[in-house]
Structure formats: C-alpha cells, structure tokens
C-alpha cells in the first residue's frame, strides 16, 4: 500500500537528499578539511501526530554516518513543527526551524555550511567551476538511483506495478568521460535496491551514458529535453528505450514530489 503523499516526499529528503552530505565531504576538500576534526550528533525531527520522524547526522573526525532514528540527547537539534516544514527547509525552502544547542556555534555554523552544499542539487544551481560540475552531477545521480528505490519501497502505485512485472534487471547510469560519476538501481519482482559505481555481476538492461560533465548538467537542469538529449548525442541509451522514458518519468514526478 502507497505511503501518504508527505511521508513519501520526507523519506526520499531524508534517505536520498540528506546522504548527499557525505559526496560534498568527499569530493569538497574545502568542506572536508572544515570538518576533519569535528564531533558531534545533529539531528533533523518533525512531528507528525504523536510520533517523531528525523534523521541524525553522526560525525566523527570528519567522517559521517546518517542513522535514520530520534536520539534522546543530540549535541544540535533542527526541529520542526510537521514533516512538510521540515521537508521545505532541507528542499532549500526559508523556513525557520527550532534550534536547540546554538550555544555550540561551531559545530552549528559548519553543519549550516553542509546544509549550503547540498543546495547544489537545486535546479537553480548551476557551477562554473569543473570541480563543482562534477559534484552536482555525481550528487545527482546518487541522489536519483536512490531516490527511485526508495520511491518503490514506498510503495507508490504505479512504480510498483511497473517493477512487479520484472526479472532481476540493473539500471545503470554513468557519465563516459568519468568513471567514478555512476550508480545503479536494480529491480527484482517488486524489489529495488540502489548502489553506487558500476554494476559488474550482470549487463545492465538499461545503461544511460551521458556523453560527459557538460551533457549531464544539461539534461539535469533541463536545458535540454531527455529525448533531445538523445537525438543529440549527450546521452547514449543501451539496452530497451522504452524502459529508460519509464524511468525518466518516475524521476519527474519524485523531483516534482520534493520541489
């Protein structure tokens, strides 16, 4: 049965979007060396009737683990009063969230500087810098192929049904002039599960190429439409069409879902 529609929306923000914290402290040196010695627990909660649902943010030295669960006594708390403010404000929207901690101004204003960097999946960022390019696309992608399964597992109907009628299939998603820009979904009678790089067990049913950098960021900020992008060489499809438009639909209505 299909989840409510915010409760979708909430568990992509928080299983898809909030995980791309991890690629800017890899790929951001930047980023990375602002953390590399930091500690703490920050959690994200909303109500929602009599429950809370949030996430929280583990950092260790500068490596961080997302747990999907409420702590009793985080270092910094970003409260929220439903999960669509809390959803709106991790979306890049200008809601104000209850802060609980600001006296630790450190850790707050480097997790405010984190929550800055994800922005760069916003479709009105746009880098001019190669290494910035690179981040929004492989934060994308990430983002995308996990999105798709979690928006499977939610239960959403017509997804469902579409990855119900299927064998084991892979798809992939890379860029051809970079080989550490790739991710997957796989899909099994029903059941999904996303992973990064290339899948090696099995050629992929459908294998989107994206020519390069430049060509991704085009079809992403929709500067150019998927089927344009094909006839003009910026993405390569491998394997059946048809299967790829389908995917690319499912992947407007989550964009429009968490907009």
């Known amino acids: 049965m299909s989840q409510p529609r915010e409760m979708i929306a909430t568990n992509i923000i928080l299983r898809a979007i909030l995980p791309v914290m991890k690629i800017v402290l890899d790929d951001d040196e930047k980023m990375a060396k602002r953390f590399e010695r930091v500690n703490g627990k920050v959690q994200f909660v909303a109500r929602h009737g009599t429950e809370k649902i949030g996430s929280l943010l583990i950092f260790e030295n500068g490596r961080l683990t997302i747990k999907h669960e409420i702590c009793a006594e985080p270092d910094i708390e970003f409260g929220f009063a439903s999960l669509k403010k809390m959803n709106a404000f991790l979306a890049g929207k200008p809601i104000l969230p209850r802060i609980r901690g600001v006296r630790k101004i450190g850790l707050l204003t480097k997790v405010l500087s984190l929550l800055l960097g994800i922005k760069i999946l916003l479709p ?3 880098p001019k ?4 390019k690179k981040l929004k696309v492989k934060a994308v992608i990430y983002m995308i192929t996990t999105a798709l399964s979690q928006y499977n597992r939610d239960g959403d109907d017509e997804m469902l049904a ?3 009628k299927q064998p084991d299939r892979v798809y992939q998603m890379s860029v051809e ?3 550490s820009i790739a991710a997957y979904l796989r899909i099994k009678a029903g059941k999904s599960k996303s992973g990064r790089g290339i899948y ?3 050629r992929p049913f ?3 190429k994206f020519k390069d950098v430049d060509s991704a960021l085009s079809v992403f900020l929709k500067d150019v439409e998927f089927v344009d992008a094909v006839s003009k060489g910026y993405i ?7 299967y790829a438009a389908n995917l690319n639909d499912f992947m407007q209505r989550i964009q429009a879902l968490v907009a």
Not at 236 to 242: C, T
């Open 177 to 179: 002039s970079e080989e």
């Open 162 to 164: 579409w990855t119900q």
């Open 206 to 208: 459908v294998h989107m």
């Open 200 to 202: 090696t067990r099995r």
């Open 236 to 242: 390569r499809v491998v394997g059946s069409p048809e």
């Open 124 to 126: 009105t960022s746009r």
């Open 129 to 132: 810098s190669e290494q910035k």
